[in-house]
């Protein structure tokens, strides 16, 4: 599956896809990653007796932060760099200072990534006081094949230097539903997706954009508050390569989304409904970073793989992407089950 470059930008990585009630705290377009406000500076009040002691802690240092991704779909890449700083106090005083950010690939070279909009790295509502530059590389200008290790270097004009590398997971392909962009599930009943393993990959997260559940469940008395809703599914290791559409989607939603849209959807797929499903293999550095909602892979604490004089991460991921109707098929649609290869 390959989307049009228009088709893929209305269903971004990581999340890979919108569709749920943004969060207040902004949300990274392509790369997934929900990241915090400022840090506020904390005062404690502590009772003894009577009294009340009220004590001051030291602000935090400012560190510069870098979250970079790659994502590869199909023949294509494209990547984003958020350059911004933790806050010392509440707020930050000033944005982080320019940078020269290159990133080396095998047999090229460096390419040059340019400031671009913030609207690039990010979407939804940022925090107060966000201070944070954008920088990007078009796709068609980033020659990246699966299994490639690549190197990015962000020289900031203050002086200070940070460094990463990320394997980019190897090219992977679907076998259920096969080679179609656009499938058939008959009756709306769950099946099986399912594909090849992707070397160097550390995990995959698989998420699905529904359209028309409002309509269609609401006929049965179900109301529906986001339409379209955003579901994740997450395989923990490299070799758990299948998952059941749209049953075992929304195991990290189960506490935002109501209870009776979730077990409807563990029945079958609304006739009516639609989905837009992509499923994506993650680099270790990905996996250990990405926070969105109970979505955090490696436990409560972000892994950081960028070095230097700063912290964040450089992380890649290859996605592969299909939609589900459930309409009387059109004439020369597949269906999503049917035989085919197996791994």
Same mark, same amino acid.
């Given at each position: 599956?390959?989307?049009?470059?228009?088709?893929?930008?209305?269903?971004?990585?990581?999340?890979?896809?919108?569709?749920?009630?943004?969060?207040?705290?902004?949300?990274?377009?392509?790369?997934?990653?929900?990241?915090?406000?400022?840090?506020?500076?904390?005062?404690?009040?502590?009772?003894?007796?009577?009294?009340?002691?009220?004590?001051?802690?030291?602000?935090?240092?400012?560190?510069?932060?870098?979250?970079?991704?790659?994502?590869?779909?199909?023949?294509?890449?494209?990547?984003?760099?958020?350059?911004?700083?933790?806050?010392?106090?509440?707020?930050?005083?000033?944005?982080?200072? /320019?940078? %020269?950010?290159?990133?080396?690939?095998?047999?090229?070279?460096?390419?040059?990534?340019?400031?671009?909009?913030?609207?690039?790295?990010?979407?939804?509502?940022?925090?107060?006081?966000?201070?944070?530059?954008?920088?990007?590389?078009?796709?068609?200008?980033?020659?990246?094949?699966?299994?490639?290790?690549?190197?990015?270097?962000?020289?900031?004009?203050?002086?200070?230097?940070?460094?990463?590398?990320?394997?980019?997971?190897?090219?992977?392909?679907?076998?259920?539903?096969?080679?179609?962009?656009?499938?058939?599930?008959?009756?709306?009943?769950?099946?099986?997706?399912?594909?090849?393993?992707?070397?160097?990959?550390?995990?995959?997260?698989?998420?699905?954009?529904?359209?028309?559940?409002?309509?269609?469940?609401?006929?049965?008395?179900?109301?529906?508050?986001?339409?379209?809703?955003?579901?994740?599914?997450?395989?923990?290791?490299?070799?758990?390569?299948?998952?059941?559409?749209?049953?075992?989607?929304?195991?990290?939603?189960?506490? %935002?989304? %109501?209870?009776?849209?979730?077990?409807?959807?563990?029945?079958?797929?609304?006739?009516?409904?639609?989905?837009?499903?992509?499923?994506?293999?993650?680099?270790? /550095?990905?996996? /250990?970073?990405?926070?969105?909602? %109970?979505?955090?892979?490696?436990?409560?604490?972000?892994?950081?793989?960028?070095?230097?004089?700063?912290?964040?991460?450089?992380?890649?991921?290859?996605?592969?992407?299909?939609?589900?109707?459930?309409?009387?098929?059109?004439?020369?649609?597949?269906?999503?089950?049917?035989?085919?290869?197996?791994?």
């Amino acid at each position: 599956m390959v989307l049009s470059h228009d088709a893929r930008r209305e269903t971004p990585t990581p999340r890979l896809a919108r569709g749920r009630r943004q969060s207040r705290r902004g949300r990274w377009r392509r790369g997934g990653v929900l990241f915090g406000g400022p840090a506020a500076l904390l005062t404690v009040l502590s009772a003894t007796g009577c009294e009340l002691q009220e004590t001051t802690l030291a602000q935090p240092e400012d560190i510069l932060v870098a979250e970079a991704f790659v994502q590869l779909f199909g023949e294509e890449a494209e990547a984003t760099l958020l350059l911004h700083r933790t806050f010392g106090g509440v707020g930050a005083s000033e944005a982080p200072p /320019n940078a %020269d950010v290159q990133i080396h690939l095998p047999e090229v070279g460096a390419i040059r990534m340019a400031e671009v909009p913030l609207s690039d790295c990010v979407e939804g509502e940022l925090p107060d006081q966000f201070l944070g530059t954008c920088y990007g590389v078009s796709p068609g200008l980033l020659a990246v094949h699966g299994g490639d290790e690549l190197t990015l270097e962000v020289d900031v004009a203050d002086g200070r230097r940070l460094l990463g590398t990320t394997r980019v997971p190897g090219d992977f392909q679907l076998l259920q539903p096969l080679g179609t962009p656009v499938c058939y599930q008959e009756k709306g009943l769950p099946f099986e997706v399912r594909w090849t393993s992707s070397s160097e990959a550390w995990a995959y997260l698989s998420e699905s954009l529904i359209f028309g559940l409002r309509e269609t469940l609401g006929s049965q008395g179900i109301e529906v508050e986001d339409d379209p809703l955003l579901l994740t599914g997450l395989s923990v290791s490299a070799s758990d390569t299948t998952i059941v559409f749209p049953r075992e989607f929304g195991v990290f939603d189960r506490f %935002d989304t %109501d209870r009776d849209v979730l077990v409807a959807l563990q029945e079958s797929l609304p006739v009516g409904a639609s989905a837009r499903v992509i499923v994506a293999a993650l680099d270790r /550095n990905y996996a /250990n970073w990405v926070r969105g909602g %109970d979505f955090n892979p490696s436990g409560q604490v972000r892994i950081p793989s960028i070095q230097g004089d700063g912290t964040g991460v450089f992380g890649s991921v290859v996605r592969r992407t299909f939609r589900v109707e459930t309409d009387p098929p059109q004439l020369g649609r597949v269906p999503c089950v049917r035989s085919g290869p197996r791994e």
